[in-house]
């Protein structure tokens, strides 16, 4: 079975063969020598694109020339016109030679381009050998960082390791500085590299450390002054979204901090950050068990005085009511005071637990101020009638909208701390006053004071000051119950003092302002 492609290509190459010697005869006998030279070059063309090699012309030429040599007349003329047949076909060919020529050239040029290639894959392969080699040193480097971070969780001690941890992997020289979230400066340097080495100036570093705190982002700061190092990196450090502290690194090398050195500088500030803020946690959670155990053994101690003396003095008047001996009324009126005294550190306790669980409930109630200090002070004027105890009741009634038994709770801890602070004959001054929209509450005593430095402290859970004594019946709970319940009424309260002159405590609540309707005052009589 013949293929019709097969015999397409026959027909094909049998028109190039009657071509081929009607050009062959044109050139030879019919005179045409420009044209017929053309010809033979736009033969061999054709003879490229239909695929056929120079065999395949050989043979075609051999076999047209054939005929014309059989026509010749002499052997002269044959001669002759083998000769120039042979122009013919060397022109012929000299269309193969032309593409044989582009094909040699495009083999030069694809070896050309081969050798890049392989180049170019050689690079390949070292750049990645690089980046491999970069990427085990990196995770090698964080890994002996956890390593070292992890063994303390003690924070100077971590604070040491981490400065020491960059030295000299990723830097000559590494600080770490302890930044007040509150104001965001107050920079302290907390530690630093124990490696010895350059240096660099207090004003680079406070610039640069300022700016990363203030953007919360790592900043490079270039440092003329120091000839051999890349600039100092600085790190901000962040727990719960707040810089705490920031790290910086001078770097070794010549030329800048590349993106690959920054960014391993940064992963270390993360786990450096975590390591921190752990050792930070642990640190408040031991300080936390170590008060509550202090205020246990001190609350068991201040619950424990009053009852001894309580048993004996009972336990005689016992004693002698069975005797039928008649008891004096001062005995009973002793152990009640002993019993206030304990039902009062009790409640203390309890407010405490229910401030800090938050379940300290308060019953609101439009009240006058002034007409609630003067039943304190008259309940006080009863008990301590050697005491001279004076009330200034102001202008007019200062009209709030608080809680009533509360607020007592307040006024009786101010003037009870006045009290057991100053001398017997000295005298303590109660006031109410209205200032602008606030009504002002003072209790002054000429006693013992407080030290400034301690003036903030006495609000706090626990705290007492250096110059109390150990007056029995205090657990330092009086203050730190008071700003919690005056703070609840939106107010504030404060103190001014001066050790062995005396002190004031001011407490401030927001005045009640009549409503415009009555729908409104009965409203804020019943809000929370
Ligand atoms: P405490 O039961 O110890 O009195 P407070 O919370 O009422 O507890 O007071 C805390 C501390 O504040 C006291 O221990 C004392 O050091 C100091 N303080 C309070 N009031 C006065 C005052 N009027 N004069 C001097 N110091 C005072």
New binding site residues.
């Given amino acids: 079975v013949e293929l019709p492609l097969a015999a397409a290509r026959r027909s094909e190459v049998a028109a190039f063969i009657r071509r081929y010697a009607a050009s062959l005869g044109d050139f030879l006998v019919g005179g045409a020598r420009e044209s017929g030279l053309e010809a033979a070059y736009a033969l061999g063309r054709l003879a490229i694109a239909m695929n056929m090699g120079v065999i395949d012309i050989s043979a075609v030429h051999g076999q047209a020339l054939l005929s014309f040599v059989q026509s010749a007349g002499d052997v002269d003329a044959c001669e002759e016109m083998t000769q120039r047949a042979g122009e013919f076909f060397s022109e012929c060919m000299a269309a193969f030679e032309i593409v044989h020529r582009g094909y040699r050239e495009t083999c030069a040029e694809l070896g050309k381009v081969n050798r890049a290639l392989r180049e170019r894959a050689a690079e390949l392969a070292d750049a990645k050998e690089l980046i491999e080699s970069l990427a085990k040193a990196r995770s090698a480097f964080l890994a002996e960082a956890g390593r070292r971070l992890s063994a303390s969780l003690d924070f100077d001690q971590t604070l040491r390791t981490i400065a020491d941890l960059a030295v000299p992997e990723l830097a000559q020289w590494c600080a770490v500085d302890l930044v007040d979230p509150k104001t965001a400066g107050a920079i302290r340097r907390a530690a630093q590299s124990s490696a010895p080495g350059e240096v660099p100036l207090q004003e680079a570093l406070s610039a640069g450390l300022s700016a990363a705190v203030a953007e919360k982002a790592s900043r490079v700061v270039e440092l003329e002054a120091m000839r051999g190092s890349r600039g100092l990196l600085c790190i901000p450090l962040l727990a719960r979204g707040e810089v705490f502290a920031a790290l910086e690194l001078l770097g070794a090398e010549g030329g800048a901090w590349d993106a690959a050195a920054i960014d391993l500088a940064e992963e270390l500030g993360r786990r450096a950050s975590i390591a921190l803020e752990n050792a930070r946690l642990l640190r408040e959670a031991q300080e936390a068990v170590r008060v509550r155990e202090e205020f246990l053994s001190l609350a068991s101690h201040e619950l424990r005085t009053p009852l001894t003396p309580l048993l004996i003095r009972l336990s005689i008047a016992a004693r002698r009511s069975r005797g039928g001996e008649a008891v004096d009324p001062a005995v009973f009126e002793a152990c009640l005071r002993q019993v206030h005294r304990l039902i009062s550190l009790v409640n203390d306790l309890l407010d405490v637990g229910r401030i800090q669980a938050g379940k300290l409930e308060l019953h609101f109630e439009v009240l006058s101020l002034t007409a609630l200090a003067e039943e304190v002070r008259a309940t006080f004027a009863g008990a301590y009638a050697a005491r001279p105890l004076r009330f200034d009741r102001g202008r007019e009634p200062a009209l709030v909208r608080g809680d009533r038994a509360r607020l007592e709770q307040v006024v009786t801890?101010l003037v009870e701390?006045?009290l057991?602070?100053?001398a017997e004959e000295t005298p303590v001054d109660l006031s109410v006053s209205v200032e602008g929209r606030s009504a002002v509450l003072a209790v002054r005593?000429q006693?013992?004071?407080?030290p400034r430095e301690q003036q903030k402290q006495?609000f706090e859970r626990f705290?007492?000051?250096a110059?109390?004594g150990s007056?029995g019946?205090?657990?330092?709970?009086?203050?730190?119950i008071c700003r919690d319940i005056v703070e609840r009424h939106g107010g504030a309260i404060r103190v001014e003092?001066q050790v062995g002159r005396g002190?004031a405590?001011f407490v401030t609540l927001p005045l009640w302002a009549e409503p415009a309707s009555a729908g409104a005052l009965a409203e804020a009589r019943n809000a929370p």
């Fill in positions: 801890n701390n006045a057991k602070y100053s005593d006693g013992i004071g407080i006495i705290f007492r000051a110059n109390a007056a019946g205090s657990l330092g709970l009086g203050l730190f003092s002190s405590f």
